[in-house]
T-cell receptor, first 111, second 115 residues
Framework: DQQVKQNSPSLSVQEGRISILNCDYT??????FLWYKKYPAEGPTFLIS?????DKNEDGRFTVFLNKSAKHLSLHIVPSQPGDSAVYFC??????????FGAGTRLTVKP | EAGVAQSPRYKIIEKRQSVAFWCNPI?????LYWYQQILGQGPKLLIQ????????DSQLPKDRFSAERLKGVDSTLKIQPAKLEDSAVYLC?????????????FGPGTRLTVL
């Protein structure tokens, strides 16, 4: 039962351009959404989050957008840097911190 | 502040053998999680502890997996006996006492290969 889906397994962008990573969910009870970033041989690192009462949250180069009616969220990275190359996981929680993760999108930022 | 520690980092065993993983959460974090991440998939929660009590173990295969968190700090996850499909990265995470909104911080994981 895949409640959180990241349909793009990979994304490649040029340095300086915008990276847009997408995530869809099916459980309408999810009320807290997070993005994690993972480098090889390391655990996921928290990047940014958003609660369902907001539709946008910004932190430096990273912005997360939430569209509740479409059950869709996206992560925008502007401008993209080579150090942003990693696997990005979308996660969602229904208030009990039982997070469900997507399968991840591998972002490659080319110099 | 030290992060979540896990050991070993890598483990190779044969099927039907037993294996144990250890996790030391961030100091002061009351909630501890074990996740299984199979290659190409996102992490899947196996068990969640609040202090030394189990909050959720609904996705833990209890016929072969067990976990404990004695004294509410360190935790061990055991697989006995292991199967080929248990090959995965086992991630430990911790968060502070409020489980509703708090961020989970992950350790580096233990990569298990079952031959």
């Amino acid at each position: 039962d895949q409640q959180v889906k990241q349909n793009s397994p990979s994304l490649s962008v040029q340095e300086g351009r915008i990276s847009i990573l997408n995530c869809d969910y099916t459980n309408s009870m999810f009320d807290y959404f997070l993005w994690y970033k993972k480098y090889p041989a390391e655990g996921p690192t928290f990047l940014i989050s958003i609660s369902s009462i907001k539709d946008k949250n910004e932190d430096g180069r990273f912005t997360v957008f939430l569209n509740k009616s479409a059950k869709h969220l996206s992560l925008h990275i502007v401008p993209s840097q080579p150090g942003d190359s990693a696997v990005y996981f979308c996660a969602a929680s229904a208030g009990n911190n039982d997070m469900r993760f997507g399968a991840g999108t591998r972002l490659t930022v080319k110099p | 502040e030290a992060g979540v520690a896990q050991s070993p980092r890598y483990k190779i065993i044969e099927k039907r053998q037993s294996v144990a993983f250890w996790c030391n959460p961030i100091s002061g974090h009351a909630t501890l999680y074990w996740y299984q991440q199979i290659l190409g998939q996102g992490p899947k929660l196996l068990i969640q502890f609040q202090n030394n009590g189990v909050v959720d173990d609904s996705q833990l295969p209890k016929d072969r997996f067990s976990a404990e968190r004695l004294k509410g700090v360190d935790s061990t996850l055991k697989i006995q006996p292991a199967k080929l499909e248990d090959s995965a990265v086992y991630l430990c995470a911790s968060s502070s006492s409020d489980p509703t909104w708090d961020t989970q911080y992950f350790g580096p994981g233990t990569r298990l290969t079952v031959l």
